[in-house]
């Protein structure tokens, strides 16, 4: 029946009957309490009139004294004293007058009359009347008789009274406690009866639940399911029987999910057959558009490098910039390729940060330059110099973002800002750096930017058709910030410009001594300097700068606003010109500051813009007057060495146009480096590009068309270098370069450079675990195929023939300079850090060893790459290829095979030791 009711309607019933005995025990004990209390109340009322009966006994024992005492002293002390006594008395009389009014009357009666006779007694033994005062006395001793005996009869019946209520009260109480220890007893028992009763009709049911889902989580699915009741309980065992019958239905379709797994496991390994064949095919794909782009590219190449009419250059120029805009969007769309495989990783190396901004800035001033755009960048004091991350990855999402805003911008300016979230407060180990690029362009409507993000995706199709591109920039930038730990996003307003901006978390990595651009210049402390520029931007970083370095600086809008202030009087010691303004232009406003009546003979700085040739003319800038012209964005490195050079009285100079040129083709190099070469490819353009290349470098150079012939040419007589492709018929590259290593012991076999059109993830590093010794991508760039050449003949490396001699301990002096003035031209600093390496040296050369015969992959190629990075920067090139080859080696796991390296490491770590201490001799 109570199957039917809620466990919480029974719990309630319960709580209510519990409580409700509980009310009334209390309720009767509560009565009989009261009743007790009024027991005692009457007992206490019986004691307080027999204390009263006490207290009038003693008072009148004090009143027989005191009359005595009169009767016999005559004092008047003893006269007061008995009427102090009397009123005593009749006080205590008066309060047991309602209680016992007779006898209190009869008392009263007699007190008079003793205390009448008492007196009387008083005045005749006074009068010395003595017989009458002894009479007298005698009289008094019947009327004390009669009180005695009147107030000994009230204190007995009063005494009497007190005794039978105090009893009355106690028997009362004793049955009182007795009741209601009998009715909480009976209470305790039935609440006990009814809880375990009403548990049990919880428990029982919830246990037989309990069992038979335990048979069933056991595999026994036809275990019978209890009752099911109404209550929650109930509940439970209709859910459960649903859960077996789900079981149940599971059970059935076992058979059906064996068979989707096999079909999910089948549509995988399809997926996973896709993805190859994607690979696959942009990998053949990069070969078969990079291999005729090779011969385009380095044919034009070649052509421009000779004597062209105008005309004829330009068409050739035209060849050659449509060729690279196409390597661009193949770049970009193997790049994006990498991303979706999840195959694109990332470099954790210590680098420059403004170095590598400003090379970005470098590479698209020319381009904002010919649109008339200002180019400018602020690097905030707070950011680091140096931080770990990847240089290449980020310069690309930077130039992106630059090359979209000049794209998108026709008049105006764009501008690079660099901050550090967090300020001077920010961590010291790590920091998130804010990276924000501003332009004053077409801007992008709400609704569109939603979509910038997406692959193949511009903000329009118009914009698209108009401006060109693949739309994969912002996709594949979008990603390689989320590499780096940050985020990108934009804000816009059409017709006012658009704000991209993403950030970057990177360790900090330890500072170069160098000099600091950030700090005060004492050597320029209030230095005036007129800064004059129609862009307010430009304005404000040049004054902020100025401020920086302790100057004062004022800023002028324009030429009218600048010629005012010195024709007020205002005194300079420098003046900074744009060149490009409206109404006039630096030229003019250089001329009409000598015209006026009080020139002042201070030096004139020009701001200008690569696009524009005649800006570096040598001849007009003399005429002007100019001491220095630096192209925009300005890099402050750049401006201070021109504040400091006018500033300390050195010679003034005009720094030349820099033109964004093609290599110088060095057609030294065979004098320098003597090598018999092998260039090994199938395809004819390239064999006849790759003949040209050489030869202008001073090489001649045998040509095989495949792996076999390779092989045979090896036989017919040695070679120091093969130039080796790597997709080609009958034997490819990679199979020609495992036989020769197979067949030539180390010392008497070539060096192999890689050369392909392949550019997949992964492909640089198994050509060098295949035994290459380096690599270089199609189409060839005459600068990357001399340092391949540099990397693999600089070192005194031995042919088949007779040995090669280099001088012993050289170092790139090009690497050694650029370590100098990167440490500001420190040559104790130099000199400390060419001893740190010296210290370090020896234990990497050791650790390398050590990671070979412990078979530590991970721990080769750290030491690898740790002494990797210190020969590049002391142009240690052959020992920086063969750490890069162990770095590929220990990356692959394949820790034998590094043996023989590490080996030449050590060798070749003794000889740049000895040029490097002979640095320090020096």
């Known amino acids: 029946m109570l199957g039917r009711v809620s466990i919480f309607a029974r719990l309630a019933f319960l709580a209510i009957v519990l409580l409700a005995a509980l009310i009334g025990s209390n309720a009767y004990l509560g009565q009989r309490l009261s009743r007790n209390a009024e027991a005692i109340a009457q007992e206490v009322a019986r004691v307080g009139e027999l204390r009263l009966a006490y207290s009038a006994a003693a008072r009148f024992g004090e009143l027989k004294y005191w009359l005595s005492d009169l009767a016999v002293s005559l004092l008047m002390r003893s006269e007061s004293n008995a009427n102090a006594a009397h009123d005593a008395l009749m006080a205590d009389l008066d309060a047991l007058e309602p209680m016992a009014p007779d006898s209190v009357a009869r008392i009263r009666k007699e007190v008079a009359a003793l205390r009448e006779q008492a007196f009387l007694a008083v005045d005749a033994y006074s009068q010395d009347q003595r017989v009458l005062g002894n009479s007298l006395v005698a009289q008094g001793q019947s009327h004390i008789l009669n009180v005695d005996a009147e107030l000994g009869a009230l204190v007995d019946r009063l005494e009497a009274q007190a005794v039978t209520t105090g009893q009355d009260a106690l028997t009362s109480a004793n049955s009182a406690v007795t009741r209601a220890t009998q009715i909480s007893v009976v209470a305790a028992v039935l609440g006990l009866l009814l809880t375990l009763g009403i548990i049990a009709t919880i428990t029982n049911p919830l246990r037989r639940v309990m069992s038979a889902m335990t048979e069933i989580t056991g595999g026994n699915l036809s275990t019978p399911i209890p009752d099911a009741g109404r209550d929650e309980i109930g509940v439970m065992s209709?859910?459960?029987?649903?859960?077996?019958?789900?079981?149940?239905?599971?059970?059935?379709?076992?058979?059906?999910?064996?068979?989707?797994?096999?079909?999910?496991?089948?549509?995988?390994?399809?997926?996973?057959?896709?993805?190859?064949?994607?690979?696959?095919?942009?990998?053949?794909?990069?070969?078969?558009?990079?291999?005729?782009?090779?011969?385009?590219?380095?044919?034009?190449?070649?052509?421009?490098?000779?004597?062209?009419?105008?005309?004829?250059?330009?068409?050739?120029?035209?060849?050659?910039?449509?060729?690279?805009?196409?390597?661009?969007?193949?770049?970009?769309?193997?790049?994006?390729?990498?991303?979706?495989?999840?195959?694109?990783?990332l470099e954790r190396v210590a680098f420059d940060l403004r170095e590598c901004i400003e090379g970005a800035l470098d590479l698209v001033a020319m381009a904002a330059g010919k649109k008339g755009l200002d180019l400018a960048y602020v690097i905030e004091t707070e950011v680091p110099q140096r931080i770990v991350s990847d240089p290449t990855r980020l310069r690309q999402v930077l130039l992106n973002l630059l090359n979209n805003a000049i794209k998108f911008t026709e008049k105006g300016e764009v501008v690079l800002t660099v901050g550090r979230e967090g300020g001077a407060a920010a961590e010291v180990d790590d920091c998130t750096l804010r990276m924000t690029v501003q332009d004053t362009g077409i801007g992008i409507p709400p609704d569109r930017i939603g979509r910038l993000f997406q692959s193949f995706t511009q903000a329009d199709a118009s914009t698209t058709r108009r401006f060109g591109g693949t739309g994969l920039g912002l996709a594949i930038s979008q990603r390689l910030v989320s590499l780096m730990g940050g985020e990108i996003g934009v804000t816009s307003e059409p017709g006012k410009g658009s704000s991209f901006s993403f950030t970057i978390r990177a360790p900090v990595a330890e500072q170069i001594r160098a000099v600091r651009i950030n700090e005060a210049r004492p050597d320029l402390e209030g230095r005036r300097v007129l800064i004059v520029d129609d862009n307010t931007t430009n304005g404000q970083i040049l004054t902020r700068q100025c401020e920086i370095w302790s100057m004062k600086p004022t800023y002028a809008t324009g030429p009218a606003e600048a010629l005012v202030l010195l024709r007020d009087g205002q005194r300079f010691d420098i003046a900074i010109l744009d060149m490009h303004m409206p109404d006039m232009d630096g030229f003019g406003l250089a001329q009409a500051i000598r015209d006026l009546p009080d020139p002042q003979p201070m030096p004139l700085i020009l701001l200008s813009s690569l696009g524009h040739a005649g800006d570096h003319d040598a001849g007009a800038l003399k005429t002007a007057g100019f001491a220095e012209v630096m192209a925009k964005p300005i890099k402050p490195s750049t401006l201070l060495n021109a504040l400091l050079t006018i500033a300390l009285g050195e010679p003034a100079r005009v720094l030349p146009h820099r033109r964004m040129d093609r290599p110088r083709i060095d057609d030294q190099l065979a004098a320098e480096l003597p090598a018999r070469i092998l260039l090994a490819d199938d395809h004819p353009t390239n064999q006849k590009l790759g003949g040209m290349i050489l030869k202008r470098l001073g090489y001649r150079a045998d040509v095989a068309g495949n792996g076999l012939e390779v092989l045979e040419a090896l036989e017919r007589q040695p070679y120091d270098l093969i130039l080796m492709?790597?997709?080609?018929?009958?034997?490819?590259?990679?199979?020609?370069?495992?036989?020769?290593?197979?067949?030539?012991?180390?010392?008497?076999?070539?060096?192999?450079?890689?050369?392909?059109?392949?550019?997949?993830?992964?492909?640089?590093?198994?050509?060098?675990?295949?035994?290459?010794?380096?690599?270089?991508?199609?189409?060839?760039?005459?600068?990357?195929?001399?340092?391949?050449?540099?990397?693999?003949?600089?070192?005194?490396?031995?042919?088949?023939?007779?040995?090669?001699?280099?001088?012993?301990?050289?170092?790139?002096?090009?690497?050694?300079?650029?370590?100098?003035?990167?440490?500001?031209?420190?040559?104790?600093?130099?000199?400390?850090?060419?001893?740190?390496?010296?210290?370090?040296?020896?234990?990497?050369?050791?650790?390398?060893?050590?990671?070979?015969?412990?078979n530590d992959a991970d721990a080769l190629r750290r030491a690898a790459h740790t002494l990797k990075g210190s020969a590049t920067d002391f142009g240690a090139v052959a020992l920086e290829a063969l750490c890069r080859e162990i770095e590929a080696i220990g990356r692959e796991g394949e820790v034998a095979a590094a043996a023989s390296r590490v080996d030449a490491v050590m060798r070749e770590y003794k000889t740049v030791e000895m040029g490097l201490k002979g640095l320090l001799v020096a």
């Open 238 to 345: 209709r859910t459960l029987g649903l859960f077996r019958d789900s079981l149940r239905e599971r059970e059935a379709l076992a058979a059906k999910q064996r068979e989707l797994v096999t079909s999910l496991a089948e549509a995988r390994d399809e997926a996973m057959r896709a993805t190859t064949a994607k690979s696959q095919f942009l990998a053949s794909m990069s070969h078969e558009i990079r291999t005729p782009m090779n011969g385009i590219i380095g044919m034009s190449n070649l052509l421009l490098d000779t004597d062209l009419p105008p005309e004829q250059a330009e068409f050739a120029r035209t060849i050659n910039d449509s060729a690279e805009s196409l390597l661009t969007i193949l770049n970009d769309i193997l790049d994006f390729s990498k991303v979706e495989a999840g195959k694109l990783d």
């Open 725 to 854: 492709d790597i997709e080609m018929p009958e034997m490819d590259g990679v199979e020609t370069t495992r036989r020769i290593i197979a067949t030539y012991p180390e010392g008497k076999r070539p060096k192999i450079v890689a050369v392909t059109a392949n550019a997949m993830e992964g492909d640089r590093e198994r050509f060098i675990a295949a035994g290459m010794s380096d690599y270089v991508s199609k189409p060839i760039r005459v600068e990357a195929l001399v340092r391949a050449l540099r990397a693999c003949l600089d070192g005194g490396l031995e042919t088949m023939g007779e040995p090669m001699s280099a001088p012993e301990g050289e170092l790139d002096p090009k690497a050694l300079a650029q370590l100098l003035d990167v440490i500001g031209g420190d040559h104790a600093a130099f000199r400390e850090l060419v001893q740190s390496f010296l210290d370090d040296g020896p234990g990497l050369v050791n650790g390398l060893a050590a990671a070979v015969e412990a």
